[in-house]
Every structure is written in structure tokens, then in C-alpha cells.
Nanobody
Framework: VQLQASGGGSVQTGGSLRLSCVASSGIFRIMEWYRQAPGSQRELVASMASDGGSAYDESVKGRFTISRDYAKKTVTLQMNNLKPEDTGVYFC???????????WGEGTLVTVSS
């Protein structure tokens, strides 16, 4: 299983970006987005379970929206009203529904300038 993330880029404060992650195969219990800011640990930004339940870090609530397309095996993160503190490398993460094996995609860089 491979996860391929895309959609990163550079925007100014208040701008928007849309990240997408597509899995090559598999059925996932949960699909998530993490980010890692320079000099910081990787942190969970948003997650969506197979039942459609979602959760967000407090810092992005009301600005970011996670969604899944189960048929296309994709997870998308719509990021609005971006702030400089949202800058970092964003990683897609998924956990298989049966094996509980975890997969990580390569990161995609998001840079928000003030």
C-alpha cells in the first residue's frame, strides 16, 4: 500500500490550500493528516474514521475540513484562512481496517507567509 499526497504550496495569510492523499489499495479504519513544523514533533491535525466521524486539533477547528472518498480511497484536507503557524510538512496517515497496519505518505510542504 502506498499513500500519495499532493496539494502543498505557498500562500499568504488568509489563503487556502487543498491537500489530497490517495491510497494505492486497501480499506482503512481511519485516515488522518499530520503536520510537522520546523523543529517540532509531528502532530495530528485532523482525522476521519470509516464511519464518517471526524476530529480536529483545536488550532484548526473552523478553518480546516477533512473528507474522504471511500470509493477512490482518498482523504482530502481543505485548509482555509491559513495562518503562518500552519506552516509545515503535512503527512497523510492511514490504518488498515483489518490488519491495523499503519501507512504513511511522503509529506507535502505548506508554507504560509505573513
Amino acid at each position: 500500500v502506498q499513500l500519495q499526497a499532493s496539494g502543498g504550496g505557498s500562500v499568504q495569510t488568509g489563503g487556502s490550500l487543498r491537500l489530497s492523499c490517495v491510497a494505492s489499495s486497501g480499506i482503512f479504519r481511519i485516515m488522518e493528516w499530520y503536520r510537522q513544523a520546523p523543529g517540532s514533533q509531528r502532530e495530528l491535525v485532523a482525522s476521519m474514521a470509516s464511519d464518517g466521524g471526524s476530529a480536529y486539533d483545536e488550532s484548526v477547528k473552523g478553518r480546516f475540513t477533512i473528507s474522504r472518498d471511500y470509493a477512490k480511497k482518498t482523504v482530502t484536507l481543505q485548509m482555509n484562512n491559513l495562518k503562518p503557524e500552519d506552516t509545515g510538512v503535512y503527512f497523510c496517515h492511514a490504518e488498515a481496517i483489518i490488519s491495523r497496519r499503519e501507512y504513511w505518505g511522503e509529506g507535502t510542504l505548506v508554507t504560509v507567509s505573513s
